[in-house]
């Protein structure tokens, strides 16, 4: 079963910062978050991942809250390409996939 | 980073027939291959995990001697669906994890193979 929760989901003006939320409270304390996301039609791409401190790439930026309990990911300037369904995983041996959120980008 | 190949990226077929989907890691060695199955707006599914020269751990509910997983290589893995039906048809993505290069799991994902079976 999967070890995540998110909103289904979420609409984000271009140019904005989209913040996609993620519950994962049975975080066991050697488990990294990871972030994915899929295009339609295309293999899931990764984000970026986490093990309790903030992070941030090229792509975006991830904050996990001081208990791991949950997190977010941050993109600073969504863009239309940025629409697609993104997906938090906690690394466990199984890599289960929740159903993710759906982020549309508005122009 | 990481490269992935599936092949075919698509594939047609007669219902009854059986359809081998490829999946390479292209500049590391896979450890652990994992495939899932993806139907339309839905999520992605395990279906099984397999390790090289190991047989391969399939989830709950996925018939093992339909979907056929060989992980001969650390380089390559492959599913075949045999006597394929139309119930079959779905997305398939393969994914491989690495432990050569001390990382932490991240997962790298092939670009997924399209099943229709008429």
């Known amino acids: 079963d999967a070890k995540t929760t998110q909103p289904t989901s979420m609409d984000c003006a271009e140019g904005r910062a989209a913040n996609l939320p993620c519950n994962h409270s049975?975080?066991?304390?050697?488990?990294?978050v990871y972030w994915y996301r899929q295009i339609h039609s295309q293999g899931p791409q990764y984000i970026i991942h986490g093990l309790k401190n903030n992070e941030t790439n090229e792509m975006a930026s991830l904050i996990i809250t001081e208990d791991r309990k949950s997190s977010t990911l941050i993109l600073p300037h969504a863009t239309l390409r940025d629409t697609a369904v993104y997906y938090c995983i906690v690394n466990t041996y199984k890599y289960i996939f929740g159903t993710g959120t759906r982020l549309k980008v508005l122009a | 980073g990481a490269v992935v190949s599936q092949h075919p990226s698509w594939v047609i077929c007669k219902s009854g027939t059986s359809v081998k989907i490829e999946c390479r890691s292209l500049d590391f060695q896979a450890t652990t291959m994992f495939w899932y199955r993806q139907f339309p707006k839905q999520s992605l599914m395990l279906m099984a995990t397999s390790n090289e020269g190991s047989k391969a751990t399939y989830e709950q509910g996925v018939e093992k001697d339909k979907f056929l997983i060989n992980h001969a290589s650390l380089t390559l893995s492959t599913l075949t669906v045999t006597s394929a039906h139309p119930e079959d048809s779905s997305f398939y993505i393969c994914s491989a994890t690495t432990t050569d290069r001390a990382n932490t799991g991240e997962l790298f994902f092939g670009e997924g193979s399209r099943l229709t079976v008429l």
């Open positions: 049975t975080i066991s304390g050697n488990e990294y």
